[in-house]
Every structure is written in structure tokens, then in C-alpha cells.
């Protein structure tokens, strides 16, 4: 197959979705592999690393879009790509589609097959998914600590405090690899952590492998409201497999808050945002102010760190990258969707929504994946 890595376009986002080894194995399967000239340099990679490994580089992103049969990325296409994106080609990236309605839209309109790192199931687990909320959980606490902080807007308060000086109060909302990494990084810093979360066994899980300054709680309205009125940092990590997440705090609910520069931060924005006052922000502009409350609402917080973000992505995606090369060059896309594992990954085929949670975002019919056979190959 011809696989294509272009350069992400994403503002600051500085990630590639292929490093050198990778590059290197898929050529030794017989595969043909176009770089972006350009595509790795944000994350440490030089384009001659890329040749020495296989690579063939390409000067602009059409050459790699034209060419390419399977595209990988980091992040989902943005419009100006929308036109290089042909009928029949493969997509594999994080798309997020439950939280646009333009970009499912584009996908559905463009004929290509998009097959989606954080909807990728093994037995339960979200392997694609779970390094970078790893990343995005611990970078969320740093965020926190910094705009916490009076002359970046906060309200002047040290996460691990002193002695003789209370420590922060940490929120956390969910218990998953996000926020586990959160409570983590937060407790080693000495704050005073809670956990909600509405899944008990998790919970009990949490509670074990915690420090003692991480407090677990069960997840309900009553008892968020509770905590809100002495929360400095609120840490939003819900996540629903494919779907929007869920709104947890509502506008009304800031009045809670005091308006001295608390802090929010949603990580949960790439699904569309666990706050109803959450709007996606970039690292060139991080953060705004809504009652007296900052947000940090950053789409894609692992683009800073893209060195560390893009070997961590890439130790987890080469398995399931080489295996959807290997299934779309013998048998094509229909093989591909009724496969176990990368079936799970499908969301669009064929001008068709798979994804059960995106059709019910926006009231569109579905069809699963192993039910939709494509004519042709890629």
C-alpha cells in the first residue's frame, strides 16, 4: 500500500502520526511510505531521518493526499484538507467526529473510510486512546499550577501549599486514565485531591493505588455542587467511547465558585467539553474568563510536548497501523470493518455513519461496520 503522513495543520500542534521505526518496519512489509517534507521537525524528527528509514519525502501535503491510500494522522482533518480527501481512501487518526457536526458531515460527503484511534476497542480498553490521555491528564495539573498562579489570572494559590498553609483543592471528574494521571500528578504535588466518578469499582480501584491525599466520591450533582464552592482547580476527564461528553457543570453552577480566579480545565473538550461553558482554546490562546472563573480549554494539550506525545502515540498505534495496512492491501475495507478490533475503529465507510454514538449526537441512521461491504479496494 501507499501510506501518507502529512504535516498537521493544526494550530501549534506539532505531533506526527509516524516516527522513523515505523517507517522502517512498514517498508521492510512491502509498503510505500510518503512524509510531508517538514512533518516531524516540530517533534524532534528530521526529514532525513525519515529517508534513512524508508521513507520517500514529499514537498506538499496534495503530493501525500494525492498519492496516499491509507492516510495517517494526528488529529482530525480541518477543512482546508477536506478537498485532498478522495472517495475510497483510508483515514486513521483521531477524529472526535461526536463533537462536529462539519467534520462528520465532510467525512460522510467525502467517500473516504475513517477509522478512528479513540474508538478502537480491546477487550474493554481504549489502547489509542490511553496515551494521551496519560499525557493530557498529567500536562492538566501542570496548566492548573500555572494559571493558578495571580499574574497568569489565578487566584494566587500554590498547589502543594507550605507548612503552616493549606494546600490546593484539586476536582477531579472521572476516574479514568485521564483522571487518574491527574489525581497523580496533582497528590505528588501535595494538593488535597478528589475523585468523583460514577463507576464504584473504579473507585474502589482508585482508592487503592491512590495516595492518602486523594479522596474518592461517588459522582452525583448533589454532592459536585457540594464542592464546588472550595474548589481552586477543577479538572473535567469524563469520557464516553465515541460520544459527546456529558455537561457536568452548568453556567449557573460558577456561581458556586468564588470569582477570584478559580480554575477550570477541561479535558474533555476534544468531545465537545464536560462544562457547558467550555469552548475549544488554543496554546497561542490558552484561556478565557466566564463569572469570574478561568478555563483552559485547550483541543489538543499533548501537541505540547509533541516529542514526548508522538513516540508514546506511536508505541501505541505501529500494531493496529501495520495490521489495517496488511488487511486493506490483501482483502480491502470490508475486511477491515468486520475485523474484531479495527471494526471497533470504524465510524465512517463509505458515505455511511458505523459509530452508533456520533448518529446519536446528531440523529443520523448508522450501520455497523462487518454490515457493509465496499466495492472495489483501495
Known amino acids: 500500500m501507499i501510506i501518507g503522513v502529512p504535516t498537521e495543520i493544526k494550530p501549534q500542534e506539532r505531533r506526527v502520526a509516524a516516527v522513523p521505526a515505523l517507517v522502517h518496519d512498514l517498508s521492510e512489509q512491502g509498503h510505500e511510505v510518503l512524509v510531508q517534507r517538514g512533518a516531524g521537525l516540530g517533534a524532534g524528527i528530521a526529514d532525513a531521518q525519515f529517508a534513512a528509514a524508508g521513507a520517500r519525502i514529499i514537498p506538499a501535503a496534495a503530493g501525500v493526499w ?14 482546508d484538507e477536506y478537498p485532498m480527501i478522495r472517495p475510497g481512501q483510508v483515514l486513521f487518526t483521531y477524529f472526535h467526529l461526536a463533537a462536529s457536526r462539519e467534520l462528520t458531515d465532510a467525512m460522510l460527503a467525502s467517500g473516504a473510510h475513517c477509522f478512528a484511534y479513540e474508538t478502537l476497542t480491546v477487550r474493554g480498553r481504549l489502547p489509542l486512546l490511553a496515551p494521551m490521555s496519560e499525557v493530557a ?46 489525581a497523580k500528578m496533582a497528590a505528588g504535588l501535595g494538593a488535597n485531591v478528589v475523585v468523583m466518578d460514577i463507576d464504584l469499582e473504579r473507585l474502589r ?12 466520591l461517588a459522582s452525583s450533582t448533589h454532592a459536585l455542587r457540594e464542592l464546588l464552592p472550595t474548589a481552586d482547580l477543577v479538572i473535567g476527564a469524563v469520557l464516553v467511547s465515541g460520544a459527546r461528553a456529558p455537561v457536568l457543570i452548568r ?8 470569582d477570584d480566579g478559580p480554575v477550570l480545565v477541561d479535558v474533555s473538550i476534544d468531545q465537545g467539553g464536560c462544562f457547558e461553558t467550555s469552548r475549544p482554546t488554543t496554546h497561542a490562546e490558552p ?11 485547550v483541543a489538543n494539550i499533548p501537541g505540547a510536548v509533541p516529542r514526548t506525545a508522538t513516540f508514546a502515540l506511536t508505541n501505541a498505534t505501529k500494531t493496529y497501523v501495520e495490521r489495517l495496512a496488511e488487511l486493506l492491501g490483501t482483502q480491502g475495507v470490508t475486511a477491515a470493518g468486520a475485523h474484531p478490533v479495527l471494526g471497533t475503529a470504524a465510524n465512517v465507510l463509505a458515505g455511511e455513519l458505523t459509530q452508533p454514538a456520533v448518529a446519536e449526537a446528531f440523529g443520523l441512521p448508522w450501520r455497523a461496520p462487518a454490515d457493509i461491504v465496499v466495492a472495489g479496494s483501495v
Open 205 to 216: 480501584r482508585l482508592a487503592e493505588i491512590l495516595p492518602p491525599n486523594v479522596t474518592t
Open 287 to 297: 484561556t478565557y474568563v466566564v463569572d469570574g472563573v478561568l478555563h483552559y480549554c
Open 137 to 182: 491528564g498529567r500536562m492538566a495539573v501542570q496548566a492548573g499550577a500555572f494559571y493558578l498562579e495571580a499574574h497568569n489570572g489565578g487566584r494566587g494559590v500554590l498547589l502543594g501549599g507550605v507548612p503552616g498553609v493549606a494546600p490546593a483543592r484539586v476536582l477531579v471528574l472521572g476516574g479514568g486514565n485521564v483522571g487518574t494521571e491527574a
Open 251 to 258: 453556567r449557573r453552577d460558577l456561581a458556586l465558585m468564588h
Open 66 to 79: 494525492g498519492a496516499a491510500e491509507l492516510v495517517l494522522k494526528v488529529k482530525e482533518p480541518l477543512p
